[in-house]
């Protein structure tokens, strides 16, 4: 069985995210649901160190897709962001890449290309936390070393 | 020089008609001889003259008979009457039949020439006015298809988005079923086939649906593209406009010196995004108190829009690099290196072509030479959204 990955689903079709979320719960992975971004950044609150990716639709009512991009990369840098895309809104996937998206999918998506894709953003926010520690203790083991 | 049909000289005296014909020949008009207007009707309809020169008193069928029998079946035919000295009113009798003009006789050569070169004229400005009428409706039919079709593909865009929603939701709920059954090892090996059988056929269903709503996409992506009459003066000022900042930060200056009521067909979004490009790396190029001047003229049939700066120039290495993707000398974060292939793209498109001449330490000129009216592609309205009929399963 592959990693399991923590992934908050973000969409305003709840069906949608309920079944992607059975989907990925088969497979093993950690899934949360919202159903908009203000919900989003509301769950993220309480669960953003257990989460390594959001899935995020890109056309909601309220915040939309980007925003809601924008805002999570704000607090939360280190969290890895899929966009899910109709085809007419290409040119706010682009953006939403500009905006530090991971990557984003063309809805309706091929279930073992967001698998690959999510396990690739959970790669790289499990080795830019790695790089992260590294640095902190080698700043704490600097310190130290002044220190004696 | 242009080569031009030979003009039909119709004259009962063969003495007189060959000396003309030898001294219009002498200064490059080639002649074909008749002797009367019978004669000359059957020339005509072997080999048609855009120009006759017909004397009006001819035994068998006159002048003016024939005229009438040309005007009728040869409407763009020029024909200049010849008629003797006394006699203006068949002169004028024929220009109510539509003869071009008349010539007493004695023919003067150097006015008869003139007469010819005149009624060459008019036939070449005639055929100018006609492939330009005709040019224009083909282009108002074709915004008129371009204006269907832009509403249709906005509906066919709103319809493939509702059901891609759906879709997602449909093939999901699929997706997770099939994970289930396979998981379960206590179903009967009927009821599995029975599932596993539902299953693909709702793949296949909508993988259909996908296609359908992805053709609908497509279709509706696919009117951007519209050719209308241009007026480059205001285009070019939109432009200005646009970089107005970009070039007071940079203590440069941009204008436009294209004239106004100058017109060309072509499509105003790609032509703008074209000047826009090269206006802003011409802005790029130059120095604090630099120059980008936008100038336009018309050379034959094309219109040439040059785009000069006075700035750092292109070395010649660079020169032959300049248009491919990605290139540039930009410093990171200034230029994408998109901006002259993107340019390139849209000019071809547009049936034209782009032309560099640059210097370094002097500047360059960008010239992009378009047709004043570039090809008309043919309307596929028949075709329909699915594009043609290899889908029509």
């Known amino acids: 069985m592959s990693i399991s990955i923590g992934v908050l689903l973000v969409d305003d079709e709840r069906d949608f995210v309920e079944m992607l979320g059975l989907r990925l ?34 056309k909601m009512p309220g915040l939309d897709g980007v925003e809601t991009l924008k805002a999570i990369k704000e607090r939360w ?48 926010k499990w080795e830019q936390e790695e790089r992260m520690r590294l640095a902190e203790a080698k700043l704490m083991g600097r310190r130290s070393g002044g220190l004696l | ?52 020169i017909m004397d009006v008193r001819m035994p068998g069928m006159d002048g003016l008979t024939a005229l009438k029998h040309i005007k009728a079946n040869y409407p763009s035919t020029e024909v200049i009457l010849l008629t ?97 059954l396979a998981k379960d090892a206590g179903l009967s090996p009927e009821t599995r086939k029975a599932g596993e059988l539902a299953l693909s056929k709702i793949a296949a269903g909508v993988e259909r649906a996908k296609q359908i709503t992805h053709q609908l996409l497509g279709f509706a992506r696919r009117t ?37 009521a100058t017109h060309l067909w072509s499509d105003p ?6 000047l826009l490009n090269l206006a802003t790396n011409g802005l790029q190029a130059v120095n604090s108190g630099g120059r980008v001047e936008i100038t336009a003229g018309q050379s034959g049939d094309r219109m040439v829009i040059a785009v000069r700066d006075n700035g750092v120039g292109i070395p010649k290495e660079n020169l032959k690099r300049i248009f491919e993707p990605f290139f540039t000398t930009k410093p990171p974060g200034q230029g994408t290196g998109l901006g ?33 009216r570039p090809p008309v592609a043919p309307l596929s309205l028949e075709q329909g959204p699915w594009g043609g009929g290899e889908e029509a399963s």
């Not at chain 2, 009624?119 to 330009?132: D, H, N, P, Q, W």
């Not at chain 2, 204006?147 to 759906?166: D, F, K, M, Y």
């Not at chain 2, 241009?230 to 010196?257: F, H, Q, R, W």
Request: glycine share 8%; with cysteine; net charge negative.
């Open chain 2, 1 to 52: 020089m242009e080569k031009h049909i030979p003009v039909l000289l119709v004259d009962d005296e063969t003495a007189f008609r060959d000396a003309l014909a030898r001294r219009l020949d002498k200064r490059g008009i080639e002649v074909r001889q008749a002797g009367d207007g019978e004669e000359a009707l059957e020339l005509m309809s072997q080999y048609p003259a855009e120009v006759v």
């Open chain 1, 77 to 124: 840098p280190l969290l890895e962001v899929i966009l899910l895309t109709g085809h007419g809104t290409i040119d706010s996937a682009v953006a939403g890449l500009k905006s530090g998206a991971f990557d984003y999918l063309l809805k309706p998506a091929d279930f073992g290309e967001l698998l690959e894709k999510l396990d690739q953003a959970r790669r790289l």
């Open chain 2, 84 to 180: 003797g000295q006394a006699c203006t009113d068949d002169g004028v009798a024929g220009m109510k039949l539509g003869a071009f003009d008349y010539l007493g006789k004695p023919v003067e050569l150097e006015r008869l020439i003139a007469h010819i070169d005149l009624a060459r004229e008019r036939l070449t400005r005639r055929r100018e006015a006609e492939a330009e009428a005709e040019f224009r409706a083909q282009v108002s039919e074709r915004m008129a298809a371009a204006e269907r079709l832009a509403a249709l593909g906005t509906l066919a865009a709103g319809v493939a988005h509702e059901i891609n929603n759906p879709l997602a939701i449909i093939s999901e709920s699929r997706g997770w079923l099939e994970t289930r």
């Open chain 2, 340 to 372: 002259l292939s993107v340019s390139q793209g849209i000019v071809d498109k547009l049936g034209g072509s782009i032309e560099v001449e640059s210097k370094v330490g002097a500047g360059s000129t960008f010239r992009v030479i378009l047709p004043k």
């Open chain 2, 269 to 274: 979004h790609g032509l703008r995004q074209v």
């Open chain 1, 25 to 58: 719960e088969e497979e093993g992975h950690r899934v949360a649901t919202a159903f908009s971004g203000e919900a989003a950044l509301g769950a993220l609150e309480e669960s953003h160190e257990i989460t390594d990716v959001v899935v995020l639709d890109l």
């Open chain 2, 224 to 260: 951007d593209w519209e050719v209308r009459e241009v007026d480059l003066a205001g285009l070019a000022n939109e432009v200005v406009d646009l970089v107005k900042k970009t070039a007071e930060n940079s203590g440069a200056e941009l204008i436009s010196k294209v004239e106004p």
